[in-house]
């Protein structure tokens, strides 16, 4: 946390009261401490290069990865050519220290996404629902056959968890 940025609002509130408080007037504050509000980067997604999202637990909502760095945060995603990926020493560190490490993706290109405070939704996709549980598998599994689901078609990760679409047999020739 650099010099004015802080993490939330109820930090810029305790700023708030710090600076107005009795013995700590505005007057008393030395030219050189600025008090501002963060600025908030926009940054831009590139939808002809992959794209990791993840379920982010501690906002309830998705995250939109790419380039190392969270673009975008999301109710729901839609994604095309999606592989689903863990990281096995993520996984292994997430079961060592008994926490909730971000170590599960799914990798693809960006359809679409709805913002969490937005209240439109995407359209349902008609698939089969898959689900990753790190205490029980070590990959994306089919919620009917528990079977291991590496990639798909297309996904959508919304409220209902993932529905995806698995990928289609070559024709026979």
């Not at 009917?144 to 047999?169: H, K, M, N, W």
Request: aromatic share 10%.
């Amino acid at each position: 946390m650099g010099s004015g940025e802080f993490k939330s609002a109820a930090d810029r509130a305790d700023i708030r009261a710090w600076v107005s408080a009795p013995h700590m007037g505005l007057a008393s504050c030395a030219p050189h401490h600025t008090i501002r509000a963060p600025t908030r980067t926009v940054y831009v997604i590139d939808r002809a290069r992959p794209v990791r999202v993840f379920k982010n637990w501690k906002h309830g909502c998705y995250s939109i990865m790419q380039d190392g760095v969270v673009r975008a945060s999301a109710r729901e995603v839609k994604l095309h050519g999606v592989e689903f990926l863990v990281r096995a020493s993520g996984r292994a560190r997430m079961l060592r220290l008994k926490r909730k490490l971000v170590h599960a993706y799914a990798v693809g290109l960006l359809e679409d996404f709805v913002c969490p405070d937005d209240g439109n939704l995407l359209p349902p996709l008609a698939g089969r629902i898959a689900f990753y549980d790190p205490y029980r598998f070590d990959s994306f599994v089919d919620r009917d056959t528990l079977q291991p689901v590496f990639a798909a078609e297309q996904a959508l990760l919304c409220d209902r968890g993932l529905i995806y679409l698995p990928q289609s047999l070559p024709a026979a020739a």
